[in-house]
């Protein structure tokens, strides 16, 4: 595709040359830079993208898109907002790859990875090639690919949709952040469905108030479209029991479809029954009476399981199909996943980085618990700081013992970190800090008894740790398996 053609789209821009390049690719990062490639300067949160147009030229840029005037030997193209640009050109050179196939969104505070590996193996089991985009990867039908982001920016993400469409993917479904929201990097992107999970407290680093947030995650349901002017079904399908709902029902233009627990709506649990074997619970979806056994554990769980199946009912999978594909699903990677190396006591590996993740997944294992609750967790640095006394207090007044260490502490100092943390500990648990994550680890499986319940919180399918500048090979479940192991061998 040539410049011309590619720019044509933007409407509003100016062009410093009458030259019209090839464009072989786009590129947002001068390093990615190939011979014939469009740069697109961002300026980003750390440094200014415009700073590398001439190193980008050297690699082979062929132009340049802009915010400023930049002195190099291609076509620079100007415009207001180079991120806003950047979706919508990395749409057009894709070709719309998103109009090919069925997408499905998925936003909200907790919930977003598992729900959408719900939603990926219920489509998968119903013979639907898929695609997946999220926090642990993106998968092209079988095929595995690397992520830095939860949601990529928008040149990787219409590159993989267009990788999809080329493979044959049906229907893909991703999680949205609300950074991604917010940054515009789905702008473009053609949702048949938008799911909320639910919301609270995470992120206020970036979105400094609830508000904020809230309206950055209502983005995905404001551009969903409409199913009479898109010619196609467009549906909102959000959580009743969460007050946000209420909101991004006003926000969109979709149809509406409900979930939840505690109120009426179309798709609604009831006599929930946990165990720490599984969750099982009745469901009236659209007037049809079903009863589901999950082996996954917990109310969240029923939350995750009502979510996915109301996207995937109004995508036309019949519910028992539904029901059998959620029924086999053991757990989700890092999510409430058990280390068993024959200990007498349990260990629970989970992903909870939140106050609400970490209250729920307390309160799941206070359902079944018959010996004391131990609870490992700390907060990562660099991100929201408030929350950190807020997790220490849910830990403290819902375990019997608490270890505070560190999770990836990045450019903050550790200790100041689990100072942060500590302020919110009560008197109701015992507590200790061991900064050093495997040590703390081994601590609590060293002190564990029969039937005690050790729960391993805010890493989950992470393997890695980050502190300083450095990144170790870090993974909660191994760390946990060995010290499990020296325990039963007396090594300790
Ligand atoms: C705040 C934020 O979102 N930052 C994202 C942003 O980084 P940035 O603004 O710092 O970029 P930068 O380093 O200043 O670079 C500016 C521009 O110069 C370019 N550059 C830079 C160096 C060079 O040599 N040549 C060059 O061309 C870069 O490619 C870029 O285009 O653009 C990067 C490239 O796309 C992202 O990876 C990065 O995410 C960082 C890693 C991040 O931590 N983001 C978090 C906050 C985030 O987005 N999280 C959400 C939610 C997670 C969840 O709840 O699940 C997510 O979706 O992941
Ligand atoms: N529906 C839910 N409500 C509250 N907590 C949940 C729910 N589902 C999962 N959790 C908790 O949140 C943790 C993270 O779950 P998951 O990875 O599915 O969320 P996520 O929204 O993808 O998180 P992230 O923002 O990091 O991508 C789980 O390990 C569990 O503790
Ligand atoms: N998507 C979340 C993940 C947090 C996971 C936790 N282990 C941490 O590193 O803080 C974030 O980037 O804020
Ligand atoms: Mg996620």
């Given at each position: 595709m040539n410049l011309d053609d590619l720019i044509s789209c933007l409407y509003q821009?100016?062009?410093?040359?009458?030259?019209?390049?090839?464009?072989?690719s786009v590129e947002m990062d001068s390093r990615q830079v190939k011979s014939g490639s469009l740069f697109i300067c961002i300026d980003g949160y750390t440094v200014d993208g415009h700073d590398f147009a001439k190193r980008s030229v050297e690699n082979g840029a062929v132009a340049i898109l802009a915010e400023k005037p930049l002195d190099v030997d291609v076509p620079v193209v100007l415009v207001k907002d180079t991120k806003r640009a950047m979706a919508i050109i990395s749409n057009v050179f894709y070709d719309h790859p998103t109009r090919k196939m069925s997408l499905i969104g998925v936003t909200g505070t907790n919930g977003k990875t598992t729900t959408t590996h719900l939603i990926e193996k219920i489509l998968r089991d119903a013979s639907i090639t898929t695609g997946l985009i999220g926090t642990m990867y993106m998968k092209i039908a079988d095929e595995t690919i690397e992520t830095k982001n939860t949601t990529p920016e928008s040149i990787s993400l219409q590159q993989t949709f267009r990788k999809m469409v080329d493979h044959g993917v049906q229907s893909a479904v991703m999680e949205v952040s609300s950074h991604a929201l917010h940054l515009g990097r789905v702008r473009g992107c053609d949702f048949n469905i938008a799911v909320f999970t639910n919301l609270s407290q995470d992120h206020l680093d970036y979105h400094k108030t609830m508000e904020a947030y809230r309206n950055a995650k209502g983005l995905l349901f404001a551009q969903l479209g409409n199913t009479y002017l898109n010619k196609e079904r467009k549906i909102a399908v959000?959580?009743?029991?969460?007050?946000?709902?209420?909101?991004y029902e006003k926000m969109t233009a979709a149809e509406i479809v409900t979930y939840g627990i505690d109120q009426e709506c179309d798709?609604?649990?009831?006599?929930?029954?946990?165990?720490?074997?599984?969750?099982?619970?009745?469901?009236?979806?659209?007037?049809?009476?079903?009863?589901?056994?999950?082996?996954?554990?917990?109310?969240?769980?029923?939350?995750?399981?009502?979510?996915?199946m109301a996207?995937?009912?109004?995508?036309?999978?019949?519910?028992?199909?539904?029901i059998n594909s959620l029924e086999t699903v053991q757990?989700?990677?890092g999510r409430f996943e058990p280390v068993d190396g024959g200990q007498p006591f349990t260990v629970i590996v989970d992903y909870a980085h939140t106050p609400d993740s970490l209250d729920n997944v307390l309160k799941t294992v206070k359902e079944f618990a018959s010996g004391d609750i131990c609870v490992v967790v700390g907060c990562g640095g660099d991100r929201d700081k408030t929350k950190r006394p807020l997790m220490a207090k849910i830990a403290s007044e819902l375990a019997d013992s608490v270890v505070l260490t560190s999770d990836n502490p990045r450019s903050e100092d550790p200790h100041q970190i689990l100072k942060d943390?500590?302020?919110g500990l009560t008197e109701h648990s015992l507590n200790n800090t061991i900064v050093d994550r495997k040590q703390a680890i081994i601590h609590a499986i060293k002190n564990a008894k029969e039937n005690d319940v050790i729960i391993i919180a805010g890493k989950g399918h992470e393997t890695y740790q980050t502190i300083g500048n450095e990144t170790i090979y870090f993974d909660d479940r191994l760390i946990a398996k060995e010290a499990v192991k020296e325990l039963l061998n007396n090594e300790f």
């Open positions: 821009y100016e062009k410093n040359s009458s030259l019209n390049p090839v464009i072989k959000l959580n009743i029991d969460d007050p946000a709902s209420s909101e798709v609604r649990a009831s006599n929930i029954k946990i165990t720490s074997q599984g969750t099982s619970f009745d469901v009236n979806a659209f007037g049809k009476e079903a009863t589901v056994q999950l082996k996954m554990i917990g109310k969240f769980s029923v939350y995750n399981a009502l979510a996915a996207a995937c009912l109004v995508d036309g999978i019949p519910i028992q199909s539904i757990g989700v990677s943390m500590e302020v």
